[in-house]
């Protein structure tokens, strides 16, 4: 299906992207400090499964849509700046993490859903995918398991990445959420982590 040669030499460059400080490991590194371990890696989760749905956007060459037509850019764009504002008000007024940092399975579940709804709403994605994995896929053959396989390389090199930034993050957060004070300030860290990636998706232009 993918010449080995080929995938070979996609690996590298997809794990210099995974490795560029985005809005994914921003995320990921604000649930990891709020919520702990397990919602980082829940979260990384979530943007993996976004990163695979946008694969699929692509391969089926809905992403050409959005490309040729500015206003649905712009659409997908400020749902996504909503839905990043909603969370950091939510950030904020969720009060002290409960159980000295330690996450709990229902935050582990919302981690998973707001990363993925994020990464959906980021139109950049899909242009990115258009932009940058037909370099590596050949037209000689069934394009969209070529887009899928090579979304899932970048998938999962994000995984890891964006999951070992969290994890890290959730270590710091678990350690200083045993005091109250500094419980409440990871609250206002992560509402600044969501508003700075609204902001960031606010100004982003098309090109």
């Known amino acids: 299906m993918i010449d080995p040669l080929v995938l070979l030499a996609f690996v ?3 794990l210099a992207l995974n490795l560029t400080l985005g809005a994914d490991m921003m995320f990921c590194l604000g649930q990891g400090l ?5 919602a980082a890696i829940a979260a990384s989760a979530g ?9 699929l956007v692509a391969g089926l060459g809905l992403g050409a849509l959005v490309s040729g037509m500015p206003w649905l850019f712009d659409v997908i764009r400020w749902v996504g700046v909503a839905y990043l504002l909603w969370l950091a008000v939510q950030a904020l007024r ?5 159980g000295a940092g330690h996450d709990v399975p229902a935050g582990t579940h919302h981690a998973f859903r707001d990363a993925f709804v994020v990464n959906l709403t980021n139109p950049k994605i899909v242009l ?3 932009a940058f994995v037909p ?3 050949d037209p000689a053959r069934a394009v969209l398991p070529q887009f899928l396989v090579f ?3 970048l998938s999962l090199g994000g995984f890891f990445v964006n999951g070992a930034v969290g994890i ?6 678990r350690t200083v959420a045993r005091s109250e004070r500094f419980s409440k300030v990871l609250g206002w860290i992560s509402a600044g982590v969501f508003a700075a990636l609204a902001a960031r998706l606010a100004v982003m232009e098309r090109a």
């Open 94 to 98: 969720s009060g002290p993490v409960r």
């Open 168 to 173: 890290f993050a959730g270590g710091i957060g």
């Open 151 to 153: 979304a899932g390389v």
């Open 12 to 14: 590298p460059a997809a």
């Open 135 to 137: 370099q590596f896929v």
């Open 128 to 130: 990115f995918m258009l």
């Open 47 to 55: 943007i993996a499964a976004g990163g695979l749905a946008h694969g």
């Open 34 to 38: 709020r919520h702990g371990p397990r």
